[in-house]
């Protein structure tokens, strides 16, 4: 008999079909299977989620068999890993399947923003080009001091990307690396003081919650500008809103939010933010390679074995 799994949000079809062909998979994101669900939660042993959703301790409550979180991503700030290793239950991500494309994001959106991509596209759209009405220059990333909070694989990857394009990379991380050329910087403060570009790429814990501040963005300046890889939760929406809106700092490019899928309204009416739909690692060949390590996440577990990737 197949095991029972719990899948809390969509994955690409080639995989889901792999899930339906070695498990009982339960689809928590159709409507039409939650009375299924409530049966069947005794019987379900494995849980697929996503970075960005995790699942919280109600959800692992009614899950008396649950052995495996398997996260489709490397996301595990909305799974209580501390309570999960309480209850025996391993927690899996996809750690370095999306290095690549999440830095490509973040060097995407720096461009967006440095060279006004966005506000370029509006404005042909509109007819002011047509028109014969200038657009506004952009800037070169090409001499530009890229500060990156967070030197982890992402954060690494970012910065070689961006030394291609000329920027003077620096950055601030809890551990100060030896073996990285780069300046250090004791704080996010310090860092965004000596940035023209702050970069945040650092993973989301209670430490570094709204790590960047009011204070932050001060530091960071008039002409300055913020990108988001990480979480929605490093970043303190309130104070970023405001800086956006009286030129604290210039711009900003933001893949993620603190309460996405439902961002605040604020942004939509700022023409100085490029928005993304926390699509960093939503290509085809990355969403395939994530997909096949949670897929051999679960086999490991079902076959006794330990499975890599596991975080807690």
Request: with cysteine.
């Amino acid at each position: 008999m197949k095991p029972h799994l719990l899948l809390v949000e969509p994955m690409m079809a080639e995989i889901e079909a792999r899930l339906d062909a070695g498990y009982q998979v339960h689809r928590l994101f159709d409507a039409a299977q939650r009375d299924g669900i409530e049966t069947a939660r005794s019987d379900i042993r494995a849980v697929v989620t996503g970075g960005g959703t995790g699942l919280g301790n109600d959800w692992i409550n009614r899950l008396p068999a649950l052995g495996i979180i398997a996260v489709n991503g490397v996301g595990t700030d909305r799974i209580d890993l501390a309570y999960a290793r309480q209850r025996n239950i391993h927690v899996t991500t996809t750690q370095g399947a999306l290095t690549d494309e999440v830095a490509d994001m973040g060097l995407a959106l720096i461009l967006a923003v440095l060279r006004r991509i966005v506000e370029g596209d509006r404005f042909v759209r509109s007819g002011r080009w047509q028109a014969g009405e200038p657009f506004p220059l952009g800037s070169s990333p090409r001499g530009k001091r890229l500060g990156i909070l967070g030197l982890g694989q992402i954060g690494r990857a970012l910065g070689t990307r961006a030394e291609l394009f000329g920027m003077a990379v620096r950055y601030s991380n809890r551990t100060h690396y030896h073996d990285v050329a780069w300046p250090h910087f004791a704080d996010a403060a310090a860092l965004a003081a000596d940035s023209d570009v702050l970069a945040v790429c650092v993973a989301a814990t209670s430490d570094t919650r709204r790590v960047v501040d009011g204070a932050v963005l001060k530091a960071l300046g008039p002409q300055g500008a913020l990108i988001n890889i990480a979480r929605g939760s490093v970043v303190d929406e309130d104070a970023l809103v405001a800086a956006l809106r009286d030129g604290t700092i210039a711009a900003a490019g933001l893949d993620v939010f603190e309460n996405e899928p439902a961002i605040r309204n604020d942004f939509l009416d700022l023409p100085n933010v490029v928005l993304m739909p926390h699509q960093a690692s939503a290509t085809v060949e990355t969403r395939r390679t994530m997909g096949n390590m949670v897929l051999a996440s679960l086999d490991a577990y079902f076959t006794g074995k330990r499975p890599e990737n596991t975080v807690n």
